[in-house]
């Protein structure tokens, strides 16, 4: 019988994927489809899935150890945070961690895991803040606050804000908070190598962890996210900070966030995802 699991169509013997003979590895990829905390487009609970295909189907540059997902509780968001953290917990031994999330309420959580007993400095690549509180209900547009509320004093940068994408008071709120932003108008001002080199001056003394929400990016390339918002980075652009920030700051965890495949078109926005963890593999 004529029979094979992998779903390529093309018979090249030397062409190995990043899913190919995989092993044991300091470097490793775990999902988390949670999308409970969405606000607005909810979808993000099929993006571990969608990022994952991409990310095996890359060229092999690296031994990654897929862990697969984090069995989340639907419903129940407190169960599903505590497994989270409690999950990256028992990872914090790992060279690199690549998460798929998932909407961005996952972070702080991932966060917490890792940074029990040490100090961890965050970046995230974001249209938004994310420092809000609410009255009721759940926003995943609180992760950069529970951050700063778990870490303390540790750096904490927001690159690639947009004045349309923020109610007015979060732009004081973050400089109260002391934490140090980029718009997107800075960004192209300056030019991503600085920027890239600015944050690494910041960070350079802290283990990093490094957040991707897809929102980052203009929604010309990015349509499948849950709060998309216009005049983005680049799929280009995007793929240069990482790079930099990567080499710079061997981030000790990088995830993409906020990927809904529903809202997708020919899975562009799960593929960038999957080549922007690819690219943040700093060992390779």
């Known amino acids: 019988m004529y029979l094979t699991k992998k779903s390529r169509l093309l018979k090249d013997p030397h062409d190995i994927r990043m899913c190919d003979n995989s092993a044991s590895s300091s470097v490793v990829f775990v999902g988390i489809p949670w999308d409970g905390a969405v606000a607005g487009r909810p979808g993000a609970r ?62 702080p959580y991932v966060y917490r895991g890792l940074s029990e007993g040490r100090k961890i400095s965050y970046v995230v690549l974001d249209a938004h803040f994310d420092l809000r509180t609410v009255s009721e209900g759940l926003t995943s547009g609180m992760a950069t606050r529970l951050v700063k509320e778990s870490g303390g004093d540790i750096p904490i940068t927001v690159i690639g804000i947009r004045e349309w994408s923020n109610p007015s008071y979060m732009f004081s709120l973050a400089d109260k908070m002391g934490i140090e932003y980029y718009t997107i108008e800075q960004i192209h001002k300056l030019g991503i190598e600085e920027v890239a080199d600015r944050v690494y001056q910041q960070h350079r003394n802290y283990k990093a ?76």
């Open 46 to 107: 099929l993006g571990p899935a969608k990022i994952r295909t991409a990310f095996c189907n890359l060229p092999k540059r690296a031994d990654v150890e897929d862990l697969g997902d984090v069995d989340v509780v639907i419903g129940d968001p407190a169960e599903t945070w505590q497994r989270v953290e409690k999950t990256f917990r028992s990872l914090k031994d790992r060279q690199q961690i690549l998460v798929a999330g998932g909407d961005h309420s996952v972070t």
């Open 209 to 284: 962890y490094l957040s991707i929400d897809l929102d980052v990016v203009d929604p010309a390339f990015a349509p499948g996210v849950n709060a998309p918002s216009p005049g983005g980075l680049t799929s280009r652009e995007v793929l240069i900070l990482v790079s930099h920030l990567s080499k710079a700051l061997k981030p000790i965890a990088v995830d993409t966030v906020e990927v809904s495949p529903p809202y997708d078109v020919g899975d562009i926005t799960s593929n960038l995802a999957a080549v922007l963890l690819y690219t943040s593999i700093w060992s390779r």
